[in-house]
């Protein structure tokens, strides 16, 4: 372990913001605290490597910065900090026993359960990490950092293995917006009937399967009906979130019926099932003891980067309008409600809230008042000119409509039309906040082409976009069109 510089934090880190304010407490918890906190202070490595006391920086990066990521990971668990009987601290004792760490990878190792006898395809999946860092780089890359630490301690607050918040990098590389040949969505790869029976809401502006705070109850809580199910055996619980609920009973069916042991390692599974299972116990003991298996873990921040905020009853918001007011860049916004899935709008009907920087609460609360709702889609019929090679369904996905509506409206007997002539079109038309309309450009279409459909200048549908010399096009380009909610 690297020598820690300066580990003698200010005292007003392990306080509570109410504590901090009072001089006379915060003198006498400073004596009480001290000799306790000197004691925490590791010297050499654990088994597993890693620093175990969570408010002192684990790097020697400068100080300032140092104490800027201490401040940060006080905030996030200020709440838990109240909760400290100072008055216990002794000498020798660990703030780690309490839930404190600085890298999450020894928050995890504290809560692995999962300990299996070492196994031949356990110990060539434990190969295959040490030699390919590209996974466990992965695991511990931004966008894990983003979500696992969230992930970990609603894990603990369940008392379920540690090894369990690690299944989203398993499904989905931790990929919120990850999505399967077989349909399932999200982190925790959730099929839309799965999701639906845990209470993820769908709706044309919102997937909670994408989103990091409802997939993940949603998965804890299945995964927890499925351990009752399969006689609280987790790894044939891990092994039917995998497989199928039904499937895997089928399974342990068929062995009791020929008199075989129905224990995970008995039963009749696919590759798939196995290996993902034996993935996890490998990750489980490499982390366990990365030492021992000739593996370093790259250190992951232990402390939740968000913070979920009530909106109220705006009704509709404008994301771009969350961003200003938070201070903070649209793609980061967008990075942590991955759940919202139209250009950038919450779904009207909820959920209203969103999941902001920690960095930017304060800020973003203090200007919530200010934020307004909109309405970024408007109902109406408007007209549509067919251009060579459209098809119904792909005008019909285009205006938020269907097949089926586009041919009542127009009195259509097939689905065959003609380039040159005009459609009604039904729906809601996608307008944005600032009164722009997204467009995807497809084979064939020119700038020309697009204003005269819309019936705008030309002029002023190139103003609205920065187009290079000679106004080319890409097929699956999006250009913005400066029109009302029903072109004409």
């Known amino acids: 372990m690297k020598n820690i510089e300066n580990p003698t934090l200010p005292m007003r880190h392990l306080l509570p913001a109410r504590l901090r304010a009072a001089p006379v407490l915060r003198v006498a918890l400073s004596i009480l605290l001290l000799p306790a906190l000197s004691a925490c202070i590791p010297t050499q490595e654990s088994a597993g490597g890693g620093n175990t006391l969570a408010l002192v920086g684990y790097t020697s990066e400068p100080e300032a910065e ?42 995890i190792r504290h809560g692995l359960r999962l300990s299996e006898p070492m196994r031949p395809e356990i110990e060539r999946r434990i190969a295959h990490y040490r030699e390919d860092r590209y996974h466990l780089d992965k695991i511990a890359g931004k966008r894990a950092k983003g979500y696992l630490p969230y992930i970990v301690r609603q894990v603990e607050r369940r008392e379920i293995p540690s090894e369990i918040a690690l299944l989203p990098y398993l499904e989905s590389g931790f990929n919120p917006r990850a999505k399967s040949h077989k349909g399932a969505v999200g982190l925790w790869q959730f099929m839309p009937k799965t999701g639906a029976a845990y209470g993820l809401k769908e709706s044309y502006w919102y997937d909670a399967r994408r989103d990091v705070v409802d997939s993940t109850r949603a998965a804890l809580d299945y995964l927890e009906y499925l351990h009752r199910e399969f006689d609280d055996n987790w790894l044939l619980a891990v092994a039917a979130y995998n497989w199928g609920q039904s499937k895997l009973k089928r399974a342990v069916a068929n062995n009791r019926r020929a008199g075989k042991a129905v224990d995970f390692w008995s039963l009749k599974l696919p590759r798939e099932t196995r290996g993902f299972v034996t993935n996890l116990l490998a990750l489980s003991a490499i982390i366990r003891n990365p030492k021992r298996h000739g593996v370093e873990l790259t250190p992951i921040p232990d402390f939740v980067e968000f913070r979920q905020v009530d909106l109220g009853s705006k009704g509709q918001v404008d994301l771009r309008q969350v961003a200003k007011l938070a ?43 200010t934020l307004q709702s909109v309405q970024a889609f408007a109902p109406g019929l408007g007209k549509y000119r067919i251009a060579p090679g459209d098809t119904l369904s792909e005008i019909a996905e285009e205006n938020n409509t269907s097949v089926k509506q586009l041919k009542e409206i127009n009195n259509l007997t097939s689905d065959r039309i003609r380039a040159g002539r005009t459609l009604l079109v039904p729906g809601l038309f996608p307008v944005r906040g600032d009164g722009m309309l997204q467009y995807r450009v497809k084979q064939g279409d020119t700038l020309w082409g697009i204003a005269k459909r819309y019936g705008i200048p030309l002029r002023k549908l190139r103003g609205s976009n920065v187009l290079p010399r000679g106004d080319k096009l890409l097929p699956g380009q999006k250009i913005q069109v400066p029109t009302g909610p029903t072109p004409s």
């Open 66 to 107: 140092r104490d800027s990521m201490i401040e940060v990971a006080r905030r996030s668990d200020e709440s838990r900090l109240e909760e400290i009987d100072l008055g216990n601290l002794r000498p020798g004792s660990s703030l780690s026993r309490r839930g404190y760490y600085t890298d999450t990878w020894v928050r």
């Open 327 to 369: 201070g903070v860049s649209m793609s980061e916004l967008e990075r942590l409600n991955p759940g919202f899935i139209r250009n950038g709008f919450t779904d009207p009907k909820g959920p209203h809230r969103v999941q902001i920087p920690l960095r930017s609460v304060e800020r973003f609360e203090a200007a919530l008042g």
